[in-house]
């Protein structure tokens, strides 16, 4: 090959996008026309100028764009998954810190009254910063009975100041009523307003067992659905799903434990179950989104 193609070569590119001068183009022309190799590299290239890709077939536009979609979703799973693990932890601390703490009965503890307007005015010490009130009707003895107990919480103790609590029990004097106070400690309630019409004891406030059965039915959950995963291994339809759900007890199961340990036993069923299942739900969407996430990861690095 020679120095004249060589040169020509070197502004092929340029003659075939006609950037070229007047006179370039008559000598790149000439030379074309007594040179067979220069000529058949120059139809390469016009052919190659004069191809324009499809949308289907944009070997330049089409991969960058993917590229920026999967970036951009590599940041939303990421801000995803960093924002969900965030809000478990911090309703587990949230948790742990609000967790009601009972007081057994003593006399200093509350004082009850006969308010002017007939109710009855129950009045707590100042370390109460909260209480409840169960009402029930006993048909035997056709007599409302109140029980109520107080707590604090180390979120209280700290972070809040809620003052002094007061709550009023309404009472028309034509019906019989009993007030007893629930310790939630295993000992005996302590009648504090009324007359015991029951030669029995007053009886025990026992705690609720349901988180029990709710943290076995996620352990039985589980290992279904991991039996059901080796069994249909070749169903990668199903396999999707089952990958899906797996997860779901195992934030179950997590958050139980993150909340409240290994302790089963709850005074306070209904908060205790929410905030577990709110923790489950933050945790089961960060695995989710975790999984996802690392797959993108792996995916943009091969």
Not at 109 to 134: A, K, Q, R, W
Not at 165 to 177: H, L
Not at 264 to 270: A, E, I, P, R
Request: aromatic share 10%; glycine share 4%.
């Amino acid at each position: 090959m020679s120095d004249r193609c060589n040169l020509i070569k070197d502004i092929l590119p340029l003659y075939v996008e006609d950037m070229v001068s007047t006179d370039t183009r008559e000598f790149v022309s000439e030379h074309l026309e007594h040179c067979a190799e220069c000529s058949a590299e120059f139809e390469r290239m016009r052919k190659t100028e004069n191809f324009i890709p499809d949308a289907g077939h944009d070997t330049d536009i089409v991969p960058l764009k993917r590229v920026k979609r999967d970036l951009f979703i590599k940041r939303l799973q990421t801000i995803c998954f960093t924002g969900s693990l965030a809000c478990a932890i911090v309703t587990i601390i949230f948790g742990i810190l609000t967790l009601p703490k009972f007081f057994p009965y003593s006399d200093n503890l509350l004082h009850v009254i006969d308010g002017p307007d007939g109710n009855i005015v129950i009045t707590f010490d100042s370390e109460v910063t909260g209480y409840s009130c169960d009402e029930v009707f006993d048909n035997e003895t056709e007599t409302v009975i109140y029980r109520i107990n107080a707590w604090t919480t180390t979120w209280d103790l700290h972070l809040s100041n809620r003052g002094k609590q007061n709550m009023v029990i309404p009472f028309d004097r034509e019906t019989e009523i009993q007030i007893f106070y629930a310790q939630n400690d295993g000992s005996e309630d302590v009648l504090i307003y009324g007359s015991n019409q029951s030669a029995e004891e007053n009886g025990v406030t026992l705690p609720r067992l349901i988180l029990m059965p709710y943290f076995l039915l996620a352990f039985l959950a589980l290992v279904v659905l991991a039996i059901l995963r080796v069994l249909l291994r070749n169903k990668q339809a199903i396999i999707v799903w089952i990958d899906r759900a797996i997860p779901f007890p195992i934030s179950y199961m997590a958050a139980q434990l993150c909340t409240r340990g290994f302790s089963f036993t709850t005074y306070s069923s209904h908060r205790d179950f929410c905030i577990i299942i709110l923790v489950a739900m933050l945790l089961y969407f960060a695995i989710l989104t975790g999984k996802s996430l690392k797959a993108r990861l792996n995916t943009l690095r091969g």
